[in-house]
């Protein structure tokens, strides 16, 4: 695994405009850069990421099977009672799972270690599947890179492939908090991803989602929402205004139910357990756990249901190194063994690794100099040398 820089096409920003990735750009700041790419050998790809990554997804699909008939793991994740029911019917009915994102720490030296799984409502698909690709195949015509170069990335093909499982030809909705540009533009990426699949669609704001009397979820027209896509996370559809009629609907969701446990930090802990000294993952315990001492004094701490490394805090030899402020914490914190990640010339890179139908297809690496990967990290593409 490499760093390598590398000169910019000068057009990039055209380049993403005219294909719709809006949000290149945040708040004055790259987000997209390509002023260097991530090289991996081959090998690395399959055997120190792929691999791994479809054996990490098994775990804990293995895992959701026994949290979701066990009262007390649910109550260690916080996930509210009145919905165990709904997550159970979710799992029971064998709901299908788009696509997923395990976030590793990766140098190339040793095992991808999990780091976090995105398994719910995870982003940075769009500039994943098609603007680095783009990238690629511009990179190799300008001679940016060398002509050999390739890319584990096949999340684009996958997801329409997955669209015409999942979907049976339903007619889709997708929702989301459209005001938002990175939300808005990858509904309308996964929208586009599910018309070439042939499916008819429909993209709404969440709070357009109406409720009709005689039961069930409605969109602006009146129309029964059947089927739906949510850019929006479980634990916010619990509270919602609405959270208490979605036992009522017959509304199927994508990511279901179930995901609700798979995309909160309590399953670290609960993996360790499981599957203890398992080269892919790291010492993780509940924060007030005795256990939880194992770790002595340098972990990271997480809390249950934080997103883009909010209130997440890097402590070494009793010390805190770095923090990231944010709403979380109030639902408890899990402690993670500290494990560095490699530091390319002060710039720290974490490895997004894709699943989409429980099938390894891609990456995605977001770096900063901070060592938590935060919602401003660049995206930063790669290549196989």
């Not at 290149?24 to 791994?52: K, M």
């Not at 990766?106 to 270690?113: I, L, R, S, V």
């Amino acid at each position: 695994m490499q760093r390598i820089a590398c000169p910019e096409r000068d057009d990039w920003r055209q380049t993403a405009e005219q294909c719709g990735f809006a949000f290149h750009t945040i708040d004055g700041e790259r987000y997209w850069d390509e002023r260097a790419y991530y090289a991996f050998t081959l090998d690395e790809i399959e055997r120190g990421i792929e691999a791994p990554t479809g054996e990490i997804d098994a775990m804990c699909l293995e895992l959701a099977g026994r949290i979701i008939g066990d009262e007390r793991q649910l109550r260690s994740l916080k996930i509210p009672e009145a919905f165990w029911d709904l997550i159970a019917a979710s799992w029971e009915r064998d709901d299908r799972s788009l696509y997923g994102r395990l976030d590793l720490k990766f140098d190339g030296n040793g095992p991808a270690k999990l780091l976090e799984y995105n398994a719910d409502t995870p982003t940075s698909i769009f500039e994943a599947a098609v603007f680095q690709w783009t990238w690629l195949e511009q990179a190799i015509e300008r001679r940016i890179i060398p002509s050999r170069a390739d890319q584990f990335n096949s999340i684009h093909e996958r997801l329409i492939d997955a669209w015409k499982v999942i979907a049976g030809g339903q007619h889709l909705h997708l929702t989301g908090t459209t005001a938002n540009d990175e939300d808005a533009g990858t509904l309308a990426y996964l929208e586009d991803t599910a018309r070439q699949a042939g499916l008819s669609t429909t993209l709404l704001d969440i709070e357009e989602i109406g409720w009709r009397d005689a039961g069930g979820f409605v969109d602006l027209d009146d129309r029964d929402i059947a089927l739906a896509f949510k850019l929006y996370p479980w634990e916010w559809m619990f509270h919602d205004a609405f959270g208490a009629r979605l036992g009522e609907a017959a509304t199927r969701w994508i990511e279901p139910p179930w995901k609700a446990v798979l995309s909160n930090k309590g399953i670290l802990p609960l993996l360790w357990e499981m599957f203890p000294n398992h080269p892919n993952l790291l010492p993780a315990f509940f924060d007030d756990d005795p256990r939880a001492a194992e770790l002595g004094t340098s972990y990271v701490r997480k809390p249950l249901l934080s997103r883009e490394g909010a209130n997440v805090t890097l402590v070494s030899a009793g010390v805190p190194l770095d923090t990231h402020a944010g709403p979380y914490g109030a639902e408890g914190f899990v402690r993670q063994a500290l494990s560095p990640l490699p530091n390319f010339s002060g710039v720290y890179p974490v490895v997004g690794s894709w699943l989409v139908n429980h099938e390894p297809c891609g990456l995605s690496i977001r770096e900063d100099e901070s060592a938590i990967t935060g919602n401003g990290s660049r995206f930063l593409p790669h290549a196989i040398l």
